[in-house]
């Protein structure tokens, strides 16, 4: 089973519960079920988590409700830790670069922060 986190800014805000404190009852609800199957499940369905190319080994999870098309950003740490970093609604085709600079730069805080508690 995979343990998912949520990435703490060095404020102390969780910018992933913000995104989903956004959401409606129904979209937040279709969230938290698809991060059940990323916990869960063993081998996962590209349909609900992709690896994104050419980046620092961000990872995207993928949901739809309806007509909205959700997006949340992170990465592994060890094997079965995903740290989720970011969260946006997506309304173009490709995922948007800032988000995925945002999620890279997130995960430089992140492990750079684990190292100096270590």
């Known amino acids: 089973m995979r343990e998912i986190i949520f990435y ?3 404020t ?21 079920w698809v991060l ?6 063993d081998m996962i ?3 609900y988590l992709k690896k994104l190319v050419n980046t620092d080994d961000i990872w995207e ?9 959700f997006r949340l950003l992170g990465f592994f ?12 609604t997506k309304k173009t085709q490709k995922t948007p670069l800032q988000e995925i600079n945002l999620a890279q730069q997130r995960k430089r ?3 750079n922060r684990r190292l100096n508690n270590e």
């Open 45 to 47: 369905p590209s349909q």
């Open 8 to 10: 703490r800014t060095e």
């Open 12 to 32: 102390g805000s969780t910018p992933v519960v913000d995104f989903l404190d956004s959401l409606s009852g129904k979209q937040a609800q279709k969230v938290l």
């Open 77 to 88: 740490v060890e094997n079965n830790v995903f740290i989720l970093t970011n969260g946006f």
């Open 36 to 41: 059940r199957l990323i916990q869960e499940l």
């Open 109 to 111: 805080d992140y492990l």
């Open 61 to 69: 999870v993928r949901i739809q409700v309806g007509n909205n098309i």
